[in-house]
């Protein structure tokens, strides 16, 4: 099925209010969501709906946590999230980097303990647009370590994703990457609509390569390889060791504490008027994107493109003919809303697997 933007938000807004949501927290929430619908990103879209709903009835998410600076030293700031809902916690902390980084050329804020993150590019885009560069860093506690080191059988980091942002006279530039060879919200997605993982991904409980998605939630778990696979997962390795330092190590976080939930973000800004870029950086980044741009393409019919631009064009297709919603997903929400009464309109135009 099919559902456009806008109404599904406001589903997504009614469901939240439902579950005792603050209206203005049930708003960020479900923009954060759609919009990773609406890019293509569909691993931290709606899908994350029905998981949201439930951690909230389990107390994984606060509706009502106060987002606390813990440490303010200028330049670095900290926060305990107590649980809060993570895009909330990932803007607030995202805003904070941003002015921060405008005041003191740079900055490093630090948000722990906040419920799933959802898409870090969001926030790096966010911070991007007022003209500040943005790194972000996220990793997960333990019940989340699906990646194994090289020569592993048993996770040891989570995807720990990586984006960053910086600003053009065209526009930011957004990526957002995990430093996993996918992302597990990707392996679930393949799991819940009976699609194989793509190859030198995973390995199942026995170290064996495998494209079975729902190996990853047997007993004993599979694993998913590092960014690179079986040949050169060493280098995606080491970027998530990078992230799991900056997100957790940074934070005060023991990686093996079992009580941890959540996820940490970390922010590293930089104001680019603070560089010796200044005033010109915005005109220098569009000329280094043109330049990409004027690589030679493979196929002649082919497009080069930079990071973001392919969400870019799915946000814009999706806006015209609306989001796309498997049936494991929406099914999840329609038994969700059941359980409180919550009526949903029909808007199904199309099957989407």
Request: some cysteine; hydrophobic content about 45%; aromatic content about 6%.
């Amino acid at each position: 099925m099919r559902i456009a933007a806008p109404e599904l938000e406001a589903i997504t807004v009614r469901l939240l209010q439902t579950w005792r949501v603050p209206v203005d927290a049930a708003r960020t929430v479900a923009n954060h969501l759609v919009e990773s619908s609406l890019a293509g990103v569909d691993s931290h879209g709606i899908m994350r709906l029905p998981q949201y709903l439930d951690a909230i009835e389990a107390g994984e998410i606060d509706v009502d946590a106060p987002i606390s600076p813990v440490l303010d030293r200028g330049s670095i700031v900290a926060f305990e999230a107590y649980h809060a809902f993570g895009p909330v916690a990932g803007m607030v902390a995202a805003q904070v980097a941003a002015e921060r980084a405008q005041s003191h050329g740079l900055s490093l804020v630090v948000m722990a303990h906040a419920g799933h993150a959802g898409r870090i590019g969001a926030y790096t885009g966010a911070i991007a647009e007022q003209g500040v560069l943005a790194l972000a860093f996220c990793n997960s506690p333990v019940y989340g370590h699906f990646i194994a080191p090289p020569g592993s059988r048993t996770g040891r980091l989570a995807t720990n994703p990586i984006a960053y942002g910086f600003p053009t006279l065209e526009g930011p530039v957004v990526a957002d990457f995990a430093t996993g060879s996918m992302p597990e919200g990707v392996i679930r997605l393949l799991r819940d609509r009976g699609n194989p993982a793509p190859p030198d991904m995973m390995l199942d409980a026995r170290g064996e390569p495998t494209t079975d998605a729902g190996s990853l939630y047997t007993d004993p778990p599979g694993v998913i390889l590092p960014l690179g696979g079986s040949r050169n997962g060493h280098k995606g390795f080491a970027l998530g060791l990078l992230v799991e330092v900056l997100a957790g190590t940074l934070a005060g976080d023991k990686i093996t504490d079992p009580n941890l939930r959540g996820n940490n973000l970390t922010f590293i800004c930089i104001d680019v008027r603070a560089t010796p870029a200044a005033p010109h950086f915005q005109e220098l980044a569009a000329e280094l994107v043109a330049y990409v741009h004027a690589a030679a393409p493979i196929r002649e019919d082919g497009r080069v493109m930079v990071p973001g631009e392919k969400e870019q064009r799915t946000r814009a297709e999706r806006l015209r003919s609306g989001i796309p919603i498997d049936s494991f997903t929406w099914e999840g929400i329609v038994s969700r809303a059941a359980r409180l009464g919550v009526p949903l309109p029909f808007v199904a135009d199309e099957e989407h697997q």
